[in-house]
């Protein structure tokens, strides 16, 4: 038997190609007819043209007049979902005001569970649609001795899935595999999923087994190079979305990651290369983005411009794009156009700080104070050896440079921050009090107060630590301020196990005032809060979702803990060994913040050499 697709040759017996697993059919061959059976047929058929056309008018009506029995039945079943979705909605949303007015929960805890759990459902339904498209081919390369064994585990993952249970359906799935080692549709399907779920180490498990079997296959290829990407390996990722691409030239996704891997490591003329082709073969906004961010990097400001209008065109609401876009307009001193752009990404996300601080930088940025001459240098030198983990070095260089300009808070914040991580806690608390000394901007000013409450935490000291939050509520009443006051104020409470109640309201507020890019933190102290009242369903929920958007080393564990107090011990464990590969303990936050900090001062002191300019000439 001929496959119709590839035409290679299988033996009688077979249903599925040995060698593209396509479905192999059996076409029948065309009819003859004699000629005294074709003029038996035409005497037989006496009928006139309009008896004809009569007969097929009339089936044509009978066909017509069904359909729109069809169609009207629809109609009718579809108005009595409306109405009854309708009537549910009008009755959770009755319960949401009822629940409010008793201070059981806000309406942004509702929203974020609403959506989490909205998430996991549709996850749901992709794996169960995912899995339906490849199950008959893992049957079909099935080679082990268990057969009857094999097909039942899938026969009951199914069930698992049609039953929105996808990590029932993995287990089983996983148990078929050990049957069959070398069914390299099975393994790739489960390494892909626990890929797509985060879980990078069982992945890489399966997508190496795929690649071992199957060398040529080009979607374990693509996801294995995308997840050595995320574990850091970029020598690794690139070789193999390098193979991918030899395998099929036609594909967006390995030109893609190879040009965010080149980025990534400065390297912007292959990065250049390898975008260009990706976009020629799939116009994404986040493809041109990042051309765009390249040609930014390079100094072409024309062709930035042009990369961050294609990504907008596509994409009205980047508000990446948007913001780059206004960096640009603001280096070519199209000021007007600058700041229409800053102001349209601040609507679309007000709370980031970072489009507040481009907006208000045409308000005067008095109070800056660049770091220039020596100790420029010297900053450089320990934001490098801190980033390769030379911290004693880094620190050391830190304070040489605090010595050449003692006042300057760009210098002591990072100081400061690095001090925090590594349980230098008196002199982080010494340096974050000298910084709000100088009543800094606001957004260094809430990295100060998150280092000097940190540091506090660390040494015990909760009245202090308190004190201090007051203190940041009174003087800054920006939503990101706030948002950062009363995160650190709800993990304190909730570390003292006094007062839940309030930390429970804290947390609820912070959520409420937090900006997008730091929503994982407020939900981190949500499900920790939720933990100590030992409401541990609530507490998984909120962790589960705070990890999903940022994983770090403290909201791991205490998700961990959360899944060990649900009786979760199996994901308890695993949650655990992905905690433990985060370096730094408590590490997010601060980090986050600096990040900011760092891009804000970048954006001031390109405004402050514009205008020494301005004034020289």
């Known amino acids: 038997m001929l496959c119709q697709t590839c035409s290679a040759y299988n033996d009688d017996e077979r249903e599925y190609c040995y060698r593209c697993q396509n479905k192999l059919l059996v076409l029948s061959g065309v009819s003859s007819f004699e000629e005294d059976e074709i003029e038996e047929y035409e005497e037989e058929e006496d009928l006139s043209l309009d008896e004809h056309l009569l007969e097929r008018v009339s089936a044509i009506e009978e066909i017509v007049k069904r359909s729109a029995e069809t169609l009207r039945s629809v109609v009718d079943a579809v108005q009595k979902h409306e109405r009854a979705i309708f009537i549910n909605q009008t009755g959770l949303l009755s319960i949401k005001e009822v629940l409010e007015k008793k201070n059981v929960l806000t309406s942004e805890e509702v929203v974020d569970l609403w959506e989490s759990k909205m998430g996991e459902q549709m996850l749901a339904l992709e794996k169960k649609q995912r899995f339906t498209e490849r199950k008959d081919r893992m049957v079909s390369l099935f080679r082990g001795e268990k057969r009857e064994r094999f097909l039942l585990l899938v026969a009951d993952s199914e069930a698992a899935f049609d039953a929105f249970d996808p990590d029932r359906g993995m287990k089983h799935l996983e148990e078929a595999f050990r049957l069959d080692r070398d069914n390299y549709e099975l393994s790739f399907f489960l390494g892909e999923m626990f890929f797509n779920d985060g879980n990078l180490d069982r992945a890489k498990s399966y997508l190496e087994r795929t690649l071992e079997v199957q060398p040529d296959h080009f979607d374990a290829a693509v996801f294995y190079g995308v997840l050595l990407h995320e574990r850091q390996d970029l020598k690794g990722a690139e070789r193999w979305?390098?193979?991918?691409?030899?395998?099929?030239?036609?594909?967006?996704?390995?030109?893609?990651?190879?040009?965010?891997?080149?980025?990534?490591?400065?390297?912007?003329?292959?990065?250049?290369?390898?975008?260009?082709?990706?976009?020629?073969?799939?116009?994404?906004?986040?493809?041109?983005?990042?051309?765009?961010?390249?040609?930014?990097?390079?100094?072409?400001?024309?062709?930035?411009?042009?990369?961050?209008?294609?990504?907008?065109?596509?994409?009205?609401?980047?508000?990446?794009?948007?913001?780059?876009?206004?960096?640009?307009?603001?280096?070519?001193?199209?000021?007007?156009?600058?700041?229409?752009?800053?102001?349209?990404?601040?609507?679309?996300?007000?709370?980031?700080?970072?489009?507040?601080?481009?907006?208000?930088?045409?308000?005067?940025?008095?109070?800056?104070?660049?770091?220039?001459?020596?100790?420029?240098?010297?900053?450089?030198?320990?934001?490098?050896?801190?980033?390769?983990?030379?911290?004693?070095?880094?620190?050391?260089?830190?304070?040489?440079?605090?010595?050449?300009?003692?006042?300057?808070?760009?210098?002591?914040?990072?100081?400061?921050?690095?001090?925090?991580?590594?349980?230098?806690?008196?002199?982080?608390?010494?340096?974050?009090?000298?910084?709000?000394?100088?009543?800094?901007?606001?957004?260094?000013?809430?990295?100060?107060?998150?280092?000097?409450?940190?540091?506090?935490?660390?040494?015990?000291?909760?009245?202090?630590?308190?004190?201090?939050?007051?203190?940041?509520?009174?003087?800054?009443?920006?939503?990101y301020a706030k948002s950062i006051a009363y995160y650190e104020k709800a993990y304190n409470l909730a570390e003292m196990e006094e007062s839940l109640d309030e930390a429970l309201e804290s947390a609820q507020l912070a959520l409420r005032y937090s900006p997008k890019e730091l929503k994982q933190f407020p939900l981190a102290a949500l499900g920790w809060v939720y933990f100590k009242r030992r409401d541990f369903r609530s507490a998984v929920d909120f962790l589960s979702k705070s990890a999903e958007l940022g994983p770090t080393a403290t909201n791991l564990m205490h998700l961990g803990m959360a899944l060990l107090e649900s009786g979760e011990k199996d994901r308890a464990r695993q949650v655990f060994r992905r905690a433990k590969s985060f370096k730094i303990k408590g590490a997010g936050l601060e980090e986050k913040m600096l990040e900011q900090v760092r891009s804000a001062t970048k954006l001031i002191d390109r405004l402050h050499a514009r205008r020494r300019k301005v004034a020289k000439s």
């Open 241 to 479: 979305l390098r193979r991918a691409i030899q395998i099929s030239q036609e594909s967006f996704l390995p030109y893609f990651s190879l040009g965010a891997i080149y980025a990534r490591k400065g390297k912007l003329l292959r990065a250049q290369k390898f975008l260009e082709k990706a976009v020629q073969l799939e116009a994404i906004p986040q493809a041109y983005y990042l051309l765009g961010t390249i040609f930014y990097e390079k100094g072409q400001l024309e062709r930035s411009i042009r990369s961050f209008q294609a990504a907008l065109k596509l994409d009205p609401d980047y508000e990446e794009a948007i913001y780059h876009l206004g960096l640009c307009y603001l280096d070519r001193n199209w000021n007007r156009k600058a700041i229409e752009c800053f102001q349209e990404a601040l609507e679309l996300n007000p709370n980031k700080m970072e489009y507040q601080q481009a907006v208000k930088i045409y308000e005067g940025v008095s109070g800056h104070v660049p770091v220039e001459g020596p100790a420029a240098q010297v900053v450089n030198t320990a934001e490098s050896l801190a980033s390769e983990g030379k911290y004693t070095e880094a620190i050391d260089h830190y304070r040489r440079a605090v010595d050449e300009e003692p006042d300057n808070v760009n210098i002591l914040l990072p100081y400061a921050l690095l001090c925090s991580h590594l349980d230098m806690n008196g002199e982080a608390i010494s340096m974050a009090r000298r910084i709000l000394k100088h009543r800094p901007a606001e957004m260094v000013a809430a990295a100060a107060y998150t280092t000097l409450v940190e540091a506090l935490r660390a040494e015990g000291n909760y009245k202090d630590a308190n004190r201090a939050l007051e203190e940041m509520l009174n003087d800054y009443t920006s939503n």
